[in-house]
């Protein structure tokens, strides 16, 4: 089991960069590959990143690659997600979660265990 929680969203404005945490507890963290996904109101929940268990690969959509940085702290149980140059397009409610079973799983009812999400609003 998993134990997911996010933290980090807010209101900013247009152009600014975000950083998004998610702490995880239980002991299976660290065999996990990691992923942020986000979802806005009337949209699918769509992929943004992935890190493997041991946080030496990653994978980013390409419509993603340039704007995100995924990490992740065994020791902490954290994994992070920085975003920069931020649109109103962004605006969403951002998840993550945690796949023991695969390493670079695209979609979402693949990861067993999920956060409650965190909302980033971008202003114009």
């Known amino acids: 089991q998993v134990q997911l929680v996010e933290s980090g969203g807010g209101l900013v404005q247009t152009g600014d960069s975000l950083r998004l945490t998610c702490t995880a507890s239980g002991r299976a963290f660290n065999r996990c590959a990691m992923a942020w996904f986000r979802q806005a109101p009337g949209k699918e929940r769509t992929l943004l990143a992935i890190i493997n268990w041991s946080g030496e690969e990653r994978y980013y959509p390409d419509s993603m690659k340039g704007r995100l940085t995924i990490s992740r702290d065994n020791a902490k149980k954290t994994v992070s997600l920085e975003m920069s140059s931020l649109e109103p397009e962004d605006t969403a409610v951002y998840y993550c979660?945690?796949?023991?079973?695969?390493?670079?799983?695209?979609?979402?009812?693949?990861?067993?265990?999920w956060g409650q999400g965190t909302q980033v609003t971008v202003s114009s």
């Open positions: 979660a945690a796949d023991p079973r695969h390493m670079f799983a695209l979609k979402a009812d693949k990861y067993d265990y």
